[in-house]
């Protein structure tokens, strides 16, 4: 009987020996390696069924009812139907997601769902819609969007609201219209709550984790000329474009989501309707006006006027100490868009009494989309809205002011 290859290497192994081993050591590396890519084949094969049984109809988002109550030229407000007992002591509050993106995010499907988490808590819940822009739109400036579209859509609710104070709910971009205005008519705020929003542009760069502040980099590496020739050419700042720049901050993701993310799925229908819907919103990506846009990435981002205190909005300068009412700030410790710093520096200005931040352990848009942040974002928000529900009523906003266009 031939020895054992294992009991020859204890002793004196011969090169037939060593040849064998590593044969044997390859043999169970090709075992392996195969049995993983049947595997893998597999869970894909599972999936691909999946995707092709899938119908187009499947795959909707933002089905809460809606319906409009207010419009201003292609800027819509609407109301969520409530879906629970509307609570009296607590003031409506308008959701105003930014121009990159739909707000339609906020109400993905039903389980997860801020809005009908708000809804479910008695909230009367209202959103601003910014239509579809187009080169029509080109000239329109932040001024614009701040202190006319935004304020009038303020202003009604106020006035439906028996003329006193609403909450304002910003987010991203958004987010940073919410400030501006909250710092310019306070009294029309009982409260601002904001999400993923960015403040100073310039953050704490020596702080940035591996991954974050590249979107910061970018734009402040970009000459003022070449912002300019490529408004000038489209007149707008297109979707598609930015598409892409938010794609590559996460490289392999987008280049692996479409084989191996569907593949590790396993051809489980619910997931994979999670992931077509996200992909459906992140697809709608409509084109930012080019005037504004041109104010966004250089006052903003290379200039960071807004902490600095020199940004104009309608020739007033914003001051962000005169925020005058409780703020909730939430930002995504892995948010590789809008870098933590960029905005828990809103804590700096607003008086330490009303200020509160919720740190959400993912990125951003898992703030509003993951399951985990229906409870610790969207119950954080309810909880906040309580407090304030239970404090001293709000007194009349005061006289409404013109929504009249300022030329």
Same mark, same amino acid.
């Given at each position: =009987?031939?020895?054992?290859?294992?009991?020859?290497?204890?002793?004196?192994? *011969? +090169?037939?020996?060593?040849? =064998?081993?590593?044969?044997?050591?390859?043999?169970?590396?090709? !075992?392996? &390696?195969?049995?993983?890519?049947?595997?893998?084949?597999?869970?894909? %094969?599972?999936?691909?069924?999946?995707?092709?049984? *899938?119908?187009?109809?499947?795959?909707?988002? &933002?089905?809460?009812?809606?319906?409009?109550?207010?419009?201003?030229?292609?800027?819509?407000?609407?109301?969520? !139907?409530?879906? %629970?007992?509307?609570?009296?002591?607590?003031?409506?509050?308008?959701?105003?997601?930014? @121009?990159? $993106?739909?707000?339609?995010?906020?109400?993905?499907?039903?389980?997860?769902s801020?809005v #009908?988490? =708000?809804?479910?808590? $008695?909230?009367?819940?209202?959103?601003?819609?910014?239509?579809? +822009?187009?080169?029509?739109?080109q000239?329109l400036?932040?001024?614009?969007?701040?202190?006319?579209?935004? !304020?009038?859509?303020?202003?009604?609710?106020?006035?439906?609201?028996?003329? #006193?104070?609403?909450? @304002?709910?910003?987010?991203?971009?958004?987010?940073?219209? %919410?400030?501006?205005?909250?710092? @310019?008519?306070?009294?029309?705020?009982?409260?601002?709550?904001?999400?993923? *929003?960015?403040?100073?542009?310039?953050?704490?760069?020596?702080?940035?984790?591996?991954?974050?502040?590249?979107?910061?980099?970018?734009?402040?590496?970009?000459?003022?000329e070449?912002?300019?020739?490529?408004?000038?050419?489209?007149g707008?700042?297109?979707?598609? =474009?930015?598409?892409?720049?938010?794609?590559?901050?996460?490289?392999?993701?987008?280049?692996?989501?479409?084989?191996?993310?569907?593949?590790?799925?396993?051809?489980?229908?619910?997931?994979?309707?999670?992931?077509? #819907?996200?992909?459906?919103?992140?697809?709608?990506?409509?084109?930012h +006006?080019?005037r &504004? %846009?041109?104010?966004?990435?250089?006052?903003?981002?290379?200039?960071?006027?807004?902490?600095?205190?020199?940004?104009?909005?309608?020739?007033?300068?914003?001051?962000? *100490?005169?925020?005058?009412?409780?703020?909730?700030?939430?930002?995504? /410790?892995?948010?590789?868009?809008?870098?933590?710093?960029?905005?828990?520096?809103?804590?700096?200005?607003?008086?330490?009494?009303?200020?509160?931040?919720?740190?959400?352990?993912?990125?951003?848009?898992?703030?509003?989309?993951? #399951?985990?942040?229906?409870?610790?974002?969207?119950?954080?928000?309810? /909880?906040?809205?309580?407090?304030? $529900?239970?404090? &001293?009523?709000?007194?009349?906003?005061?006289?409404?002011t013109?929504?009249?266009?300022?030329?």
């Amino acid at each position: =009987m031939m020895p054992r290859r294992d009991k020859i290497r204890t002793s004196k192994s *011969t +090169p037939m020996d060593e040849t =064998m081993h590593a044969y044997d050591q390859a043999a169970e590396s090709y !075992r392996v &390696a195969w049995a993983q890519m049947l595997d893998a084949s597999t869970r894909a %094969a599972k999936s691909g069924e999946v995707l092709g049984q *899938t119908q187009r109809d499947e795959v909707q988002i &933002a089905e809460t009812p809606a319906d409009e109550v207010f419009r201003v030229d292609k800027v819509r407000v609407f109301r969520y !139907r409530p879906i %629970a007992k509307v609570r009296k002591d607590l003031a409506p509050v308008l959701i105003c997601y930014g @121009l990159f $993106g739909r707000q339609t995010m906020i109400d993905l499907q039903d389980d997860r769902s801020m809005v #009908r988490n =708000m809804l479910a808590q $008695g909230v009367d819940v209202y959103v601003v819609d910014w239509g579809t +822009p187009t080169r029509a739109d080109q000239y329109l400036s932040l001024d614009d969007y701040i202190d006319f579209y935004l !304020r009038s859509c303020v202003e009604h609710l106020v006035e439906e609201n028996g003329g #006193r104070p609403i909450n @304002l709910f910003g987010i991203c971009e958004g987010g940073t219209f %919410a400030v501006a205005l909250a710092a @310019l008519e306070p009294k029309l705020f009982s409260g601002l709550a904001l999400a993923i *929003t960015p403040v100073d542009f310039d953050g704490e760069p020596e702080k940035f984790w591996p991954g974050e502040g590249f979107l910061n980099t970018w734009f402040k590496n970009l000459e003022e000329e070449d912002i300019d020739r490529l408004i000038d050419t489209y007149g707008m700042l297109p979707g598609a =474009m930015t598409g892409v720049v938010f794609s590559s901050l996460t490289p392999i993701n987008s280049m692996t989501k479409y084989n191996l993310g569907i593949a590790r799925m396993e051809g489980d229908k619910a997931a994979i309707l999670n992931f077509l #819907r996200m992909e459906k919103w992140i697809a709608d990506r409509p084109d930012h +006006p080019g005037r &504004a %846009a041109k104010q966004w990435l250089t006052n903003l981002y290379q200039r960071n006027e807004l902490t600095r205190g020199e940004f104009e909005v309608t020739g007033r300068k914003v001051d962000l *100490t005169k925020i005058a009412c409780p703020v909730l700030n939430i930002y995504a /410790e892995q948010d590789h868009i809008i870098p933590v710093s960029c905005s828990k520096a809103l804590g700096r200005f607003v008086k330490p009494k009303l200020y509160e931040e919720i740190g959400f352990p993912g990125g951003h848009v898992g703030v509003f989309v993951s #399951r985990k942040a229906q409870g610790v974002v969207a119950g954080g928000i309810c /909880e906040w809205l309580d407090r304030m $529900g239970k404090g &001293a009523k709000s007194k009349p906003a005061g006289k409404k002011t013109s929504t009249k266009k300022k030329k």
